[in-house]
């Protein structure tokens, strides 16, 4: 099942079923007006939601209507809570030899995650806008899983239970204020504005089996101003959805709504190339002794989209400018 999230007058949307092709969509606001109404109610919700999703895919749904990702908000346009982790090691030991940075203890065994900004993501086709090239404008492609209400200290293997939809996002980040705030101890603020959504959110089932053992076992596609930037591959995740949920449950219930983000998808082959313009600037300095590439400016354009194997989109893509915030 994929679900979307329709702009309308309301801050939330309005939520449609959209069939596997992306080329249809049905009303859902009678089962549920959006998504957090949904998850909140999922057990009552869910073969409802599945009944309209079978319909449209069979053709039958005599009120479908063409799907516009260009109409689209956020699957979930604000969250109770969001919790993005690093799941990728590659990236941060990449990171870590580019600036000669001490290693953190026990990053082996424990996930980093912080807690970002949830009260007001941004659509697939909107606008990212920032007030300033100087701030190292950068992009950042990620998955990301919504849970139902998770109960304190859950463990790994009863929280993959919880997942009911996986997203992908485009976690924009500002690195030239990220080094200032990283030391202070207190966590990212200012260096991570609002994250941007892939249109679709959609069941584990509709991976197949590229969902198992709580990741995506499938490529991230980015590219940037229309030039291939990289493919990493989602299965190389050291710690999975199960380990990052129970991580962040470990002394706090988690609301139903609450989103997990893997952090930076990366892969140690250099072949796969990167999710985010940080990333490769580590890999020129390592190779190259200083960094080559700059960071976003004005007017680029980053899309990313994640296929199947028969070439489908299964988030819809990610297509969006970066331009300067006015007043």
């Keep these: 099942?994929?679900?979307?999230?329709?702009?309308?007058?309301?801050?939330?949307g309005?939520?449609?079923?959209v069939s596997r092709d992306l080329a249809w969509a049905l009303d859902a606001s009678s089962v549920a007006p959006t998504l957090q109404q949904a998850i909140e109610n999922?057990?009552?919700?869910?073969?409802?939601?599945?009944?309209?999703?079978?319909?449209?895919?069979?053709?039958?749904?005599?009120?479908?209507?063409?799907?516009?990702?260009?109409?689209?908000?956020?699957?979930?346009?604000?969250a109770y809570q969001w919790c993005d982790g690093s799941a990728f090691l590659s990236h941060g030991a990449l990171m870590q030899k580019a600036f000669n940075l001490d290693p953190i203890d026990g990053v082996e065994h424990t996930p980093l995650m912080y807690q970002g900004a949830g009260d007001d993501f941004i659509g697939p086709r909107d606008d990212i806008a920032l007030p300033s090239e100087s701030q190292g404008i950068d992009f950042e492609g990620e998955f990301v899983v919504l849970?139902?209400?998770?109960?304190?200290?859950?463990?790994?293997?009863?929280?993959?239970?919880h997942i009911k939809l996986i997203l992908q996002i485009n976690d924009v980040s500002l690195r030239a204020l990220a080094p200032r705030e990283m030391r202070t101890g207190?966590?990212?603020?200012?260096?991570k504005p609002s994250s941007s959504f892939a249109p679709l959110a959609i069941t584990p089932d509709?991976?197949?089996?590229?969902?198992?053992?709580g990741r995506v076992h499938l490529p991230l596609q980015v590219h940037w101003n229309g030039q291939w930037f990289g493919q990493p591959h989602g299965g190389q995740m050291n710690f999975n959805f199960g380990q990052l949920i129970a991580h962040a449950a470990l002394t706090r219930r988690l609301g139903a709504g609450t989103l997990i983000g893997?952090?930076?998808?990366?892969?140690?082959?250099?072949?796969?190339?990167?999710?985010?313009?940080?990333?490769?600037?580590?890999?020129?300095?390592?190779?190259?002794?200083?960094?080559?590439?700059?960071?976003?400016?004005?007017?680029?354009?980053?899309?990313m989209d994640v296929l199947d194997n028969d070439?489908?989109?299964?988030?819809?893509?990610?297509?969006?400018?970066?331009?300067?915030?006015?007043?």
């Design 14 to 17: 309005q939520l449609v079923v």
């Design 147 to 161: 849970v139902d209400e998770v109960s304190m200290g859950c463990d790994a293997q009863q929280a993959l239970q």
């Design 42 to 78: 999922w057990s009552s919700v869910e073969p409802r939601l599945q009944a309209l999703s079978s319909e449209l895919n069979a053709g039958t749904a005599a009120d479908a209507f063409a799907f516009d990702p260009a109409q689209t908000m956020a699957p979930l346009p604000r």
């Design 262 to 303: 893997s952090g930076t998808v990366s892969n140690a082959e250099r072949s796969a190339g990167s999710a985010c313009i940080a990333e490769r600037r580590a890999i020129e300095m390592i190779e190259q002794g200083a960094a080559q590439t700059g960071f976003m400016r004005f007017g680029d354009r980053v899309h």
């Design 311 to 327: 070439g489908q989109s299964l988030f819809g893509a990610i297509d969006q400018r970066v331009v300067q915030a006015q007043g």
């Design 1 to 12: 099942m994929k679900l979307a999230t329709l702009k309308n007058a309301s801050r939330d």
């Design 186 to 191: 207190f966590g990212f603020l200012q260096a």
């Design 206 to 213: 509709e991976l197949g089996d590229a969902w198992r053992d």
